[in-house]
Structure formats: C-alpha cells, structure tokens
C-alpha cells in the first residue's frame, strides 16, 4: 500500500516533477509498500492523491515501465515487477543479454578483461582443445536496473574466434556475435546451477558480502558438428535471482 503524501513534492526544485514521482515510487517499492505483483493506483487517482496533472503523473509510470520497475496489463491496470529477476536461461538456449531483451527489463553489460591464455587440463578437456592452446577469456559484468547482478568468466578457442577480442564486447549476445562475425551457430548447450557463496572478489564485484549466497552457473556450448565452442561460469547474485524450472511430463502408454 503506498504510503506518504504530497509533502514529498518539492515545487520550487528544478529537479522535475515526474522525476521527484518516480523516485517517490521507487522508494515505495524499495521499503516494501508495494509488493511484487501489487496493482498501483490509476494514473487519475494519483493525479488526485498528488495535485499532479496527467502529463507528469504518465511520464513517470512510462518512465518506471521502461526501467522494469513496472509492468502494464491492457485493459487492466499497471503493476510492480517482481525485483527478483528470473533468468530463462535453465529452460531455453539463450545468452543473458538476450533474456533480458525478451524480457524488456534494461541491462548493460560491462567489460571488465581480456586476456589468451594457454589452455589448463580441465579447460582442454572442456573445450576438447589441446591442453596449452590459446584460449581467449573475457571477464564481464551485467547489470540490471543500474545494479550489478552477474559476474561471467568466458573461455572461448582462440582459433575459432582469433580477434574477438576487437569486437564490442559489452552490450551485446555473445552468441549473436559469433554467429554474425565467424558463422559459428549455438545449437545446443549443457548446463548446471548450483549454489555457492561469494568469495571477496565476486563480492566487491556484485556490490555483495563475502559468503553471501550465489547461483553458479556452468555452460559449454556446442556447434551443429558436437564442437564445443564456449565454456562460461556464471555467478547471480542470490537476493536478486531466481531460476524457475517448468516440467512436462513424459507420455506414457496405457498400463
């Protein structure tokens, strides 16, 4: 339920009105007065609640759309977005970049290094090179809404992709980049979650504690030829994550 009243409106600040509204809600859904899922008032009972005309009262509801902190239903009304962000990537081949896309939910990606490296045992054995081949890893940080959420370690066949590394790296598909500059389609990828807790790197990296919980995600991706192409580890902040599994039961004949 929202709470506060009109005082919070400061007229003579040249910070504008929308702007000091959508703070105001933000702040609403930070302390909890707004649940997840929760339908706000319309925009002509705020513009009542607040003295705000129309205009000002929609420029900030389109404002916090945008920024995923709301969601519209037609014909219905408009609601809070869950702060937990729910990543698809359990349930179907995309990149995160391109999860959140579907999701309208704004994302920027940062990149932190890049380096080649020689392969070590484990990592050969990932991507079925040679141990001590050059392998590129790039290091990148996603945020969503402004706010760090997951830290990737990506290990890629130099050869496959030799210079990569010149390529724009931050805001967009890793897959998307493959398939567009050498022709390397993604077909299929395997995956595993598991839980963790954060060491002091990952956590100044996530804005975090030290041994606060993590989501870790492991994926080797392949090519149509059973190459593996990509080897990422994945960590989510586990405040600000969740992965939702949906099942189908197999068919059965009749017993």
Same mark, same amino acid.
């Given at each position: 339920?929202?709470?506060?009243?009109?005082?919070?409106?400061?007229?003579?600040?040249?910070?504008?009105?929308?702007?000091?509204?959508?703070?105001?809600?933000?702040?609403?859904?930070?302390?909890?007065?707004?649940?997840?899922?929760?339908?706000?008032?319309?925009?002509?009972?705020?513009?009542?609640?607040?003295?705000?005309?129309?205009?000002?009262?929609?420029?900030?509801?389109?404002?916090?759309?945008?920024?995923?902190?709301?969601?519209?239903?037609?014909?219905?009304?408009?609601?809070?977005?869950?702060?937990?962000?729910?990543?698809?990537?359990?349930?179907?081949?995309?990149?995160?970049?391109?999860?959140?896309?579907?999701?309208?939910?704004?994302?920027?990606?940062?990149?932190?290094?890049?380096?080649?490296?020689?392969?070590?045992?484990?990592? @050969?054995? /990932?991507?079925?090179?040679?141990?001590? +081949?050059?392998?590129?890893?790039? =290091?990148? *940080? %996603?945020? !969503?809404? $402004?706010?760090?959420?997951?830290?990737?370690?990506?290990?890629?066949?130099?050869?496959?992709?030799?210079?990569?590394?010149?390529?724009?790296?931050?805001?967009?598909?890793?897959?998307?980049?493959?398939?567009?500059?050498?022709?390397?389609?993604?077909?299929? @990828?395997? /995956?595993?979650?598991?839980?963790?807790? +954060?060491?002091?790197?990952?956590? =100044?990296? *996530? %804005?975090? !504690?030290? $041994?606060?919980?993590?989501?870790?995600?492991?994926?080797?991706?392949?090519?149509?030829?059973?190459?593996?192409?990509?080897?990422?580890?994945?960590?989510?902040?586990?405040?600000?994550?969740?992965?939702?599994?949906?099942?189908?039961?197999?068919?059965?004949?009749?017993?």
């Amino acid at each position: 339920m929202l709470t506060g009243t009109p005082p919070f409106i400061d007229r003579e600040s040249k910070v504008p009105l929308y702007h000091q509204l959508k703070q105001w809600l933000i702040r609403q859904i930070e302390e909890g007065n707004l649940d997840p899922g929760s339908q706000i008032p319309s925009e002509t009972t705020l513009c009542s609640m607040l003295g705000m005309s129309r205009t000002t009262v929609r420029e900030a509801l389109n404002q916090l759309v945008s920024e995923g902190w709301l969601y519209r239903v037609r014909g219905i009304g408009t609601f809070v977005r869950d702060s937990q962000v729910e990543p698809s990537m359990a349930q179907k081949l995309t990149s995160f970049a391109e999860d959140m896309q579907e999701k309208h939910i704004p994302y920027a990606s940062e990149l932190l290094s890049s380096e080649v490296l020689s392969a070590s045992l484990s990592l @050969a054995a /990932r991507l079925q090179i040679s141990p001590g +081949a050059e392998v590129i890893h790039l =290091e990148r *940080l %996603g945020s !969503v809404r $402004g706010e760090p959420l997951v830290l990737a370690d990506t290990y890629l066949p130099k050869e496959l992709c030799p210079n990569i590394t010149e390529c724009d790296l931050a805001n967009q598909s890793l897959y998307n980049l493959l398939e567009r500059m050498y022709g390397l389609v993604v077909v299929k @990828a395997r /995956r595993t979650l598991q839980p963790g807790l +954060a060491n002091a790197y990952e956590a =100044e990296k *996530l %804005g975090i !504690v030290p $041994g606060a919980p993590i989501h870790i995600m492991k994926s080797i991706s392949y090519l149509s030829s059973g190459r593996p192409v990509e080897y990422s580890k994945l960590r989510f902040r586990g405040d600000r994550s969740r992965f939702v599994f949906t099942l189908q039961r197999p068919k059965r004949g009749k017993p």
